[in-house]
């Protein structure tokens, strides 16, 4: 072999050598590797699953839109807090913003749900205290930001830090359809208010949102209990029940199999309220707040009986009945 040979020889066994020692640092370092995503990926799964110390969270939602969830959320988050809890109420609605109007804030809006999401202000420069009611907060959505920046760990974010902050209750104002933001708004809740009007359109997009409650939300994929779901009928109207006109409360009920959180009626009041920004609960003397009443006291475990179901009597009615 010549001198050139050998040093050939010796290089090429040197390379090998580090090849050979190499190799199993590579290989080391692809284990390590993959670890810390699993690790991640545990300490991810980890922080979904903690639950929060005292935050309980209520969705309204509906699937089909225009059947009062934004009323419901504003006068249900008012009974709440009127009852002494530390109350939240989140506008998932980005583009809309409703829920400040009427909860009679609007003009104090500043920051909104997507600024806090993406840092540009603290949440509770964010948060609206409301006029009405102590312990009462309010959310507003962002009018101008697109849908995608409300993303699943920004929504986590604010919770928590509600939950830090020693909220007790956040009421989030669903938006309408099965979509991206309706599925953001329902996928942390521990209870759903599934708003529905007495009408078979209604009632068939509740009955799909009910199937995406146990399918689709963190309870549904953490195999924790369900998400207690529990219906609201709204906009009833008992005289046109009677003409068949309208679904009743019974065949909602057969149709969705939900326990019944309430019946709202049909009432001119509702409108009223909204276009002064007092929330329909604060009105005392209408039936449609009354029964909002009811339904808050049902939501935080009190039976009451069921108002505003059947037709009210006119005056001949009321002369020829004891
Ligand atoms: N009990 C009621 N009586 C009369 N009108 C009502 C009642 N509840 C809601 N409304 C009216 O129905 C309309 C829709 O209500 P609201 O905005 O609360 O619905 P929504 O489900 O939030 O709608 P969206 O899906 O567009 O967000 C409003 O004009 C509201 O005043
Ligand atoms: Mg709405």
């Given at each position: 072999?010549?001198?050139?040979e050998?040093k050939?020889?010796?290089?090429?066994?040197?390379?090998?050598k580090?090849?050979?020692?190499l190799e199993p640092?590579l290989e080391?370092a692809?284990?390590t590797?993959e670890?810390d995503t699993?690790a991640?990926n545990?300490?991810?799964k980890?922080?979904t699953?903690e639950p929060f110390?005292n935050?309980?969270?209520?969705?309204?939602?509906?699937g089909?839109g225009g059947?009062?969830?934004?009323?419901?959320?504003?006068?249900i988050?008012?009974?709440?807090?009127?009852?002494g809890?530390?109350?939240?109420?989140?506008d998932f609605?980005?583009?809309l913003?409703n829920?400040?109007?009427?909860m009679g804030c609007?003009?104090?809006?500043?920051?909104?749900f997507?600024?806090?999401?993406?840092?540009?202000a603290?949440?509770?420069?964010?948060?609206?205290k409301?006029?009405?009611v102590?312990?009462l907060?309010v959310?507003p959505?962002?009018?101008?930001?697109?849908?995608?920046?409300?993303t699943?760990?920004g929504?986590?974010?604010?919770?928590?830090e509600?939950?830090?902050?020693?909220f007790?209750?956040?009421v989030?104002?669903?938006?309408?359809?099965?979509e991206?933001?309706?599925l953001k708004?329902?996928?942390?809740a521990d209870?759903?208010i599934?708003t529905?009007?007495?009408?078979?359109?209604?009632?068939?997009?509740?009955?799909?949102?009910?199937?995406i409650?146990?399918?689709?939300?963190?309870?549904s994929?953490?195999?924790l209990?369900p998400?207690?779901?529990?219906?609201?009928?709204?906009?009833?109207?008992?005289?046109?029940v009677?003409?068949s006109?309208?679904l009743?409360?019974?065949d909602v009920?057969e149709?969705?199999?939900?326990?019944?959180l309430?019946?709202?009626?049909?009432?001119?009041?509702?409108?009223?309220?909204?276009n002064s920004?007092?929330?329909i609960?604060?009105?005392e003397e209408?039936?449609?707040g009354?029964?909002?009443e009811?339904?808050?006291?049902?939501?935080l475990?009190?039976?009451?009986?069921?108002?505003?179901?059947?037709?009210?009597k006119g005056?001949f009615?009321?002369l020829?009945?004891?």
């Amino acid at each position: 072999m010549s001198e050139q040979e050998v040093k050939k020889e010796n290089q090429a066994a040197e390379e090998q050598k580090d090849t050979l020692i190499l190799e199993p640092v590579l290989e080391k370092a692809e284990e390590t590797k993959e670890d810390d995503t699993k690790a991640e990926n545990v300490d991810e799964k980890n922080k979904t699953m903690e639950p929060f110390k005292n935050l309980h969270v209520i969705v309204v939602t509906s699937g089909k839109g225009g059947v009062g969830k934004t009323t419901s959320s504003a006068a249900i988050a008012t009974g709440i807090a009127r009852k002494g809890f530390k109350t939240a109420v989140l506008d998932f609605d980005v583009g809309l913003r409703n829920l400040d109007l009427i909860m009679g804030c609007e003009r104090r809006v500043v920051y909104d749900f997507i600024n806090v999401i993406q840092g540009e202000a603290k949440l509770n420069q964010a948060l609206i205290k409301d006029r009405h009611v102590n312990n009462l907060y309010v959310l507003p959505a962002s009018q101008t930001k697109d849908k995608e920046a409300l993303t699943k760990d920004g929504v986590e974010k604010v919770f928590r830090e509600l939950d830090e902050m020693n909220f007790e209750y956040v009421v989030c104002d669903s938006p309408a359809g099965i979509e991206d933001g309706a599925l953001k708004a329902l996928y942390f809740a521990d209870e759903a208010i599934v708003t529905t009007n007495p009408e078979v359109s209604s009632v068939r997009d509740s009955d799909r949102i009910i199937g995406i409650l146990n399918a689709k939300s963190r309870r549904s994929e953490l195999e924790l209990e369900p998400v207690a779901a529990k219906l609201l009928l709204t906009r009833y109207v008992p005289s046109r029940v009677k003409k068949s006109e309208m679904l009743s409360v019974e065949d909602v009920q057969e149709l969705l199999t939900i326990p019944l959180l309430g019946v709202i009626p049909e009432s001119t009041d509702v409108l009223k309220a909204s276009n002064s920004g007092n929330p329909i609960i604060l009105n005392e003397e209408s039936d449609a707040g009354q029964a909002y009443e009811d339904a808050v006291e049902r939501l935080l475990g009190n039976e009451v009986p069921l108002r505003f179901v059947t037709e009210k009597k006119g005056f001949f009615g009321k002369l020829f009945t004891k």
